[in-house]
Each structure stands twice: as structure tokens, then as C-alpha cells.
Nanobody
Framework: VQLQASGGGSVQAGASLRLSCVGVGRTLTMYTKAWFRQLPGKEREFVAAISGHGRNTLYADSVKGRFTISRDNAENTVGLQMNSLKPEDTAVYYC?????????????????WGQGTQVTVSS
């Protein structure tokens, strides 16, 4: 099972980016999906999660109102639309999948992880 994240890049503050993550191999279609981010030397930080059917979402307070998580189960993808980016959003972003139905902001709850994609926001 692989999760492949893409869409990162370097932008100015206030710009937008869209991250995408596709599942390869075993289908994780109905798994809870999430995005986390991490800076070097720091713990992985929760960003957003979405339920298997896409009806329920959970966001970190720091991104609420600016980021939107979505999924397309037919394509086995999960996306993260990031608007009004700030320098403090700079990090490596990881997608993750969990077999639990309950949305969680805790990284140990997620069994499958993508390789990460770098997002850099300059002021």
C-alpha cells in the first residue's frame, strides 16, 4: 500500500496551493484520510481529517477557515486546498489513512503514510 502526495511548492504569503494524495495498491477507499505537517526537529502536527464518506471533517484551529479537505473515492484521492497561506504553514505535508471511523488528530491512529510534499511560504 502506498500513498503518494503531490502539489507542494514555494509560494508567497496569501497565495493558494492544492495538495493531492492518491492511494496505490490496496484500496483504502473508505478509510479515514488526513493531512499532517512537520518541520525539521518538531513533532508531526495534525492539519485536517475527513471521514470515509466525506461527510465529516475535522480541522486544526490554525488552518480552520483557510484550508479545505476533500476526497474522491472513485479516484481514491484526498485533497487539501490551502488558501491564504502564511509563512507558519511552511512544512512537509503528509497524507495518512486510518481504518478507524472516528476522526482523529493523533498521528498514531493512522496506519498508512505518504512520503510527504514540501510547502514553503515566504513573507
Amino acid at each position: 500500500v502506498q500513498l503518494q502526495a503531490s502539489g507542494g511548492g514555494s509560494v508567497q504569503a496569501g497565495a493558494s496551493l492544492r495538495l493531492s494524495c492518491v492511494g496505490v495498491g490496496r484500496t483504502l477507499t473508505m478509510y479515514t484520510k488526513a493531512w499532517f505537517r512537520q518541520l525539521p526537529g518538531k513533532e508531526r502536527e495534525f492539519v485536517a481529517a475527513i471521514s470515509g464518506h466525506g461527510r465529516n471533517t475535522l480541522y486544526a484551529d490554525s488552518v480552520k477557515g483557510r484550508f479545505t479537505i476533500s476526497r474522491d473515492n472513485a479516484e481514491n484521492t484526498v485533497g487539501l486546498q490551502m488558501n491564504s497561506l502564511k509563512p507558519e504553514d511552511t512544512a512537509v505535508y503528509y497524507c495518512a489513512a486510518s481504518g478507524e471511523f472516528t476522526l482523529s488528530d493523533s498521528s498514531p491512529e493512522y496506519e498508512y503514510w505518504g512520503q510527504g510534499t514540501q510547502v514553503t511560504v515566504s513573507s
